[in-house]
């Protein structure tokens, strides 16, 4: 009987825990940039996502459930546009990101496949070094 009653609290205790708690709940505040904002270009992608998703057969009332709090995010889009690979040119990123020890490498495990690339290029039409890549 006390395992029951133990168990029955722990699992209440738990589902508590993950229901409906925000980081300002549990006493953490959230930097304004991260909460949603009024924003007319969001609202404008939003309605049009909605019209295009309940054309596909989605119902309105589960568009609404999983928009429900959310909204435009300024911090989210300045972290965005902040992105390494966004503000250097790409020679400068891939020497930060892809040393010579990693070119060499793919270099070598692509070799063997050589042979498949070009066969995979001749009948897509992909460049055989872009699917490689891939």
Request: one cysteine or more.
């Amino acid at each position: 009987m006390m395992r029951r009653v133990f168990l029955a609290g722990a699992s209440a205790a738990l589902a508590t825990g993950c229901m409906g708690q925000t980081a300002t709940t549990r006493g953490a505040a959230i930097d304004p940039a991260f909460q949603p904002q009024p924003n007319a270009s969001y609202d404008a992608w939003r309605d049009a996502f909605f019209a295009r998703a309940q054309a596909q057969g989605i119902r309105a009332d589960t568009l609404r459930a999983g928009f429900a709090g959310q909204g435009f995010l300024p911090g989210v889009v300045t972290r965005d546009r902040n992105q390494t690979e966004f503000r250097r040119t790409t020679e400068d990123y891939l020497a930060l990101v892809a040393s010579e020890d990693d070119l060499a490498l793919g270099r070598a495990r692509v070799a063997p496949q050589r042979a498949t690339l070009a066969a995979i290029e001749r009948q897509s039409g992909v460049d055989a070094d872009v699917i490689a890549a891939i």
